[in-house]
Structures are given as C-alpha cells and as structure tokens.
C-alpha cells in the first residue's frame, strides 16, 4: 500500500516562503510521478504541478510558474513543493499525490496546512 | 486551457442511484483519461475512480465510472446509496500538455 506522509501545519507572513514536504514510505517508490494539488478554506481543488522523479523534469500551471518549485530527494524517498512570496489567498491546504498522469492509480498524502497571516 | 463542469450538488435517498457528470469545455473527453474523487470534510481525497473507469482496491463496485463522446462528458454512478457515500466529489483529467485539471466539484447528500 502506498503511503505518502507529509510535513506538519506551516504559519507564515506575507512574502515568505513556505517548503512542504512528500515522503513515501519504505516499501513505496517515488519513481512514479508526483502532483501538487491545493484546496483553499472551502474551496474546491487546485491543481499545481507535477515532478517527474526518474529525471526531475518539473510542469507547473501557468498560475503558479515563476512562484512554485518542486524538488526530489530520491535516497530519502521524499520530494518538496515550495511556493515563494506568500500571500493571504495562499492559505490552503497542499496535497502531494503520486500516480499517472499517462495510466494507473492515484494516491494522495494527507494534507499540510499553510497559513498566510501578517 | 479546458475546463471540466460539474453540477453543484445533488441530493438522492438511501438505496437510489444517482449520476455526477463532468462536462469538458473544449477538446475531446477521450483525449486524456478521467479519475473521480471523494472528499469527506476534514479529511484527504481518495481515487475512487482512475483511467475513466477502473475501481482502485477496496472500492465497491456500487461505483462506476464511465465517458461519453457525444455529450463530452464523464459521469460518476452510485447505485444503491448509502449514508457513508455522502461526500464531495470531483473529476479530473489534462489537458494536452498534462497539466491537471480539476471539476468544480459536487457535494453529494443522501437524504
């Protein structure tokens, strides 16, 4: 069973940066590809970019480009989403998921709250 | 870009069947596969549905996933509906360049 477990809750001001983390369990590779989704405080899901591990080979949304980098780290298995100059309207909750997007099954982490507050 | 139209909610009882649809704006529905998934409050989304309308393990064959060329849209059907089915649901696909795009998503209720 694939597990994905993510870095804890993150409070930061506007114009910081925030660095949220993906790691898959032992017996789960990263050798799939790797989303960034967000949902925002009763909004619906948003998605960002995907990393392709085997690589590195990033694709953002035009929305995020310029502001979003995604990371991997393959001998801890984990991989990173940072988003820089932080706003209000960033507060939200960041999924990592790992599956497709050619074929197969999806699989999402449980969810890092970031909270933009001056 | 595209965008994938869902109906806001819908509400049905105990042991009905209902249908979520996902209207794609432009380009074909074929083009790149549909998954659906279901989010309870407070919690993570779970695949429920993946390549258009393959059930990942555990999920009920209740469920079923499929997609329509002529109307370009991909539906949700739950049969014989129960409490636990109330949730919110969205559908995704790509576009051509794979960046991911979500439905609005539909707030189920079992009545």
């Known amino acids: 069973q694939v597990q994905l477990v993510q870095s804890g809750a993150e409070v930061k001001k506007p114009g910081a940066s925030a660095k949220v983390s993906c790691k898959a369990s032992e017996d789960t590779s990263i050798s799939q590809y790797m989303h960034w989704v967000r949902q925002a405080p009763g909004q619906g899901l948003e998605w960002m970019g995907l990393?392709?591990?085997?690589?590195?080979?990033?694709y953002y949304t035009q929305k995020f480009q310029g502001r979003v980098t995604l990371t991997r780290d393959t001998p801890t298995n984990t991989i990173y989403m940072e988003l820089s100059s932080l706003r209000s309207e960033d507060t939200a909750v960041y999924f990592c998921v790992q599956g497709g997007p050619y074929s197969g099954n999806y699989y999402w982490g449980q969810g890092t709250l970031v909270s933009v507050s001056s | 870009n595209f965008m994938l139209t869902q109906p806001h909610s819908v509400s049905e009882s105990p042991g009905k069947t209902v249908t979520i649809s996902c209207t794609r704006s432009?380009?074909?529905?074929?083009?790149?596969?549909v998954q659906w998934y279901k989010q309870r409050p407070g919690s993570a989304p779970t695949t429920i549905i993946y390549?258009?309308?393959?059930?990942p393990s555990g999920v009920p064959d209740r469920l079923s996933g499929s997609v329509d060329s002529s109307s370009n849209s991909a539906s949700l059907t739950i049969s014989g509906l129960k409490t636990e089915d109330e949730a919110d649901y969205y559908c995704?696909?790509?576009?051509?360049?794979?960046?991911?795009?979500f439905g609005g998503g539909t707030r189920l209720t079992v009545l």
């Open positions: 390549e258009d309308n393959k059930r």
């Open positions: 995704q696909s790509y576009d051509n360049r794979f960046q991911g795009v």
């Open positions: 990393i392709n591990p085997s690589g590195g080979a990033t």
């Open positions: 432009s380009g074909s529905i074929a083009n790149t596969y």
